[in-house]
């Protein structure tokens, strides 16, 4: 599974960013997808997860009401929608294809089984 993250960028507060994911490969073998992020200096976090279904979506407490995670194009393509975006959410950005998508593991990136590379979100104060 290769996974390629696109959309980062300089937006600022209160604006919004999409960020996208387009997943080739074995994308029949992933089960859910997660969105994470890496402030500098700190350990990469999740933010939202998916389940292979759609109709499991988790967030951590701190994007929710303002970030939106959706799948497109038969699910090989995962967005996330950021609005009211703060100076906080500054960070890079990862998607990953992950084993399971629960309330408990929003937040753990140790079930990620495949990862894309990062993308940048800059917002400015």
């Known amino acids: 599974v290769q996974l390629q993250a696109s959309g980062g960028g300089l937006v600022q507060a209160g604006g919004p960013l999409t960020l996208s994911c387009s997943a080739s490969?074995?994308?029949?073998?992933?089960?859910?997808m997660g969105w994470y992020r890496q402030f500098p200096g700190k350990e990469r976090e999740g933010v939202s997860c998916?389940?292979?279904?759609?109709?499991?979506?988790h967030y951590v407490d701190s994007v929710k009401g303002r970030f939106t995670i959706s799948r497109a194009n038969a699910r090989n393509t995962l967005h996330l929608q950021m609005n009211s975006l703060k100076f906080e959410d500054t960070a890079v950005y990862y998607c990953?294809?992950?084993?399971?998508?629960?309330?408990?593991?929003?937040?753990?990136?140790?079930?990620?089984?495949?990862w894309g590379q990062g993308t940048l979100v800059t917002v400015s104060s």
């Open positions: 990953a294809a992950i084993r399971w998508c629960l309330e408990s593991d929003v937040s753990d990136p140790s079930v990620a089984l495949y």
């Open positions: 490969g074995n994308i029949l073998s992933i089960n859910s």
């Open positions: 998916i389940n292979n279904n759609d109709h499991v979506i």
